[in-house]
């Protein structure tokens, strides 16, 4: 399906863990558009992940560690993906997110605070650090583009993603405020774009995922996007034909956001009334 939409564009995809990740579905999808990429991850996920077999299937492309809570390693690999690619560039994808209460299962009303600063840190601050870092260092073309991904838990409550409903709130907050001052200096364009359940290794931690990816899937018209449905979406987004959207949070769900509920769900619980009044 490629159409050479971002031929001679180059870009850093971050948070590809392995072939579940949402990221390493865009880096395949924006190769195979033309656009030339650098991978990077936190240094423990790259000694754990597959990345380098990413890298092999992406012409090759450099593997630069970076741990997204360090602005020293944010600042480094903004000029080494410089370095590398021969030029400034022109998309960043955010694709990171971890909760040390979610992965302990500690429950939202008796949080762990530490944990919960290094949830906002490393799932919405890191935003605000990667900009600033590329801001810093010049690193992004006029009109580039940065995609960071977020999930509705920032507008309604689902009580098993815990404190990554805050950390994602804060996200979006941060892809407006430095999409106002990104834009107004450089035309850089800053947006999330809120997924649908997507079966990965950070989705599928969340308490309880089975059921609200079922839950999701039936209440949305179109089904659940996809991980591939993800990249291409933020494919689009790279590109120059959405150059005039910014400071936005995009649903990219098959509708569910804007569904009160569906007929699927209504016939799901009129059966179960049946059973129970048996
Ligand atoms: P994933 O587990 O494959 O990706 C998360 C990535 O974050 C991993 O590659 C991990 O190494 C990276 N990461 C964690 N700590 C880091 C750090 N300190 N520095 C740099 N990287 C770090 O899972 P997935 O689902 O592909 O997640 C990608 C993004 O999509 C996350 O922001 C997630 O919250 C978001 N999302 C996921 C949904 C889902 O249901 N899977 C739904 C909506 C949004």
Redesign the pocket.
Known sequence: MAHQLLKGKKGII?????E?????KTALTVVAEGAEIVL???P??LRM?KINELAALCNNAPVIA????STTDLETLMQKSMEATGGKLDFIL?????SPNVRKTIPYTDTNYDNFHKTLD??AL?LHRVLQAAMKTDALNEWASVV????IAAQRSFPGYND?ADA?ALLESIARSFGYQYGFAKKVRVNTV???????????G?AG?DVF?TYAEKMSPLGNAT?EDCANYCATLFSDYTRMVTMQNLFHDGGFSNTGVSHLIVEEIQKANKVDNI
């Open positions: 971050f948070g590809a863990l392995d579940r990740s949402i990221a390493w990077s991850n936190a423990i996920a992940g970076a741990d997204a809570t955010h694709s990171i997110g971890m490393i799932s890191s960071a991904l977020s999930y990554m994602k809120s997924q649908s359940p997507t079966v990965t290794t950070a989705g599928s969340v995922f990816f991980a």
